[in-house]
């Protein structure tokens, strides 16, 4: 199988997604023969809280000709503040599927989500207004015999929504990039003190961030190749300074591993 480099990066808002049975529409006007592969992760960008638990029930693929196609992921419960320092949940890997022209993938959520804030456990609603769930356009084209890689990067701190009463709504902000035409930038952090640090990559048009994990590793996705600056805070109560490192160049389709970095 031969890896296509594609480029997809959008910022969505979406609610939880209740999913009916895929369709068995024979129309295969927009497939095609033979197949590809697609595989979906998981990661997490910066979120203030002690835990943030979502339950994944499926991804869905959707034809243009309305066919929807199961990835039979796994009804799993996942932290997402575990997935940070490069660590991925792997929602689908290299999952066998008909070449054709698709236009979204949706991702669907169960009803165990919950938020831990100072120590305690917290359900995230949903409201109802918010019940037709994750759509993400791609109006892609898969070809057969080649592999497709996407990520989805949740905004734990803007997914989040702390009502009056003292409940939480999830509303779920994602970034869905596609690893093709983007690269990463991976590194190490040496730790001032045992809270991780923020780590972000910005330029004129694109700025992701990313916690370190627990020994200073971190790794920041989706990023169109370019020159960007990446810029490392520590927490507020150390007063620490800010690092910038400036002209990081970007190549589409590759990792760029930067030198460990420390405050000292």
């Known amino acids: 199988m031969k890896r296509l480099n594609l480029f997809l990066t959008t910022v969505i808002t979406l609610g939880l997604f209740v999913f009916t049975s895929c369709s068995s529409d024979d129309d295969s006007s927009n497939t095609q023969e033979g197949m590809a592969k697609m595989s979906v992760k998981m990661v997490d960008a910066p979120g203030d809280y002690e835990q943030v638990n979502i339950e994944v029930s499926d991804v869905v693929v959707k034809y243009q ?9 796994e009804n799993e419960i996942y932290n997402l503040l575990d997935l940070t320092g490069g660590v991925a949940a792997n929602l689908a890997t290299e999952y066998e599927i008909e070449a054709g022209d698709i236009s979204q993938i949706r991702l669907v959520l169960g009803s165990n989500n919950t938020v831990v804030v100072d120590g305690t456990t917290h359900d995230l609603a949903t409201p ?4 037709s769930g994750l759509k993400l356009n791609i109006n892609q084209t898969l070809e057969p015999n080649t ?18 009463n003292g409940g939480y709504i999830l509303k779920p902000v994602i970034r869905l990039s596609a690893e093709a035409n983007s ?15 923020l780590v972000t990559a910005t330029n004129a048009t694109t ?10 590793n971190f790794q920041l996705y989706g990023l169109p190749g370019g020159s960007y600056s990446l810029i490392i805070e520590s927490n507020s109560s150390l007063n620490l ?12 389709g590759e990792i760029e591993v930067v030198q460990d970095i420390s405050f000292d």
């Open 65 to 73: 000709n309305d066919t929807e196609v199961s990835l039979n992921v």
């Open 128 to 131: 109802s207004a918010e019940q």
């Open 147 to 164: 592999t497709y890689e996407y990520t989805l990067d949740f905004d734990v701190e803007e997914s989040i929504v702390v009502q009056g």
């Open 183 to 197: 690269g990463i930038i991976s590194g190490n952090v040496i730790l001032p003190s045992e809270d991780p640090v």
């Open 207 to 216: 700025t992701v961030s990313a916690y370190t994990d627990a020994q200073g």
């Open 241 to 252: 300074p800010p690092i910038t490192i400036p002209d990081i160049e970007v190549v589409n």
